[in-house]
């Protein structure tokens, strides 16, 4: 569970990752970046993919629902290995106390305990690569989502190239006119409304 519990973050990473994929580059043509900023439509634009997962109503209600699942999985776990080590701490309280009959009935015991122990063990990786996939199945969506939009739009703004800027990591500077966030964000949001009608 450690590894989902930064589930929006790791969101954000993976998701701006997936972005940054989506660039398409003509090696064949080199491109006077003066030209671009004066031009009306740039080439080479870039989406600032923090701002577009944190507004894009489609990315916060995927997020919402991961966190739901997230949280309903912690808790059904959270419930489990509260039963288990409240027997684990009555099986201390036995030994402590002589309390089993037997040794055979205390090794018993012993041995469920540990093998109740394996189970949860199991069930938190299940749990944690459920979320997982179900993570990487919501940034798939996303992506196919941005890609089809940048293509729909792409003859009309006439882009050739599409980067994301992620924590600053791909765009160290863009021109305030190469930067097409918020106009991608207001068509998918528009989109996004319509289709939940």
Sequence with gaps: MEKVSKSFKAFL??????????????????????????????EIVYINADSLLVKYEFAKDLNDQLMRKEELSRSNFNEQAKVFQQDANEFQRKVQNNGFLSVDRARQEQERLARREQELQALNQQLSSQLMQEQSGMNKQLRDTLDKFLKEIQPKMGFKIVLSNTLGDNVLYGHPST???????????????????
Excluded: H, W
């Design 13 to 42: 990473m993976v998701a701006g990752c997936a972005f940054a994929g989506l660039t398409v580059i003509s090696c064949s043509k080199s491109v006077d970046a003066s030209k671009q900023v004066q031009s009306s439509n740039p």
């Design 179 to 197: 930067d097409i966030t918020d106009e991608v964000l207001k068509g998918l949001n528009a989109r996004y409304a319509k289709s939940k009608k």
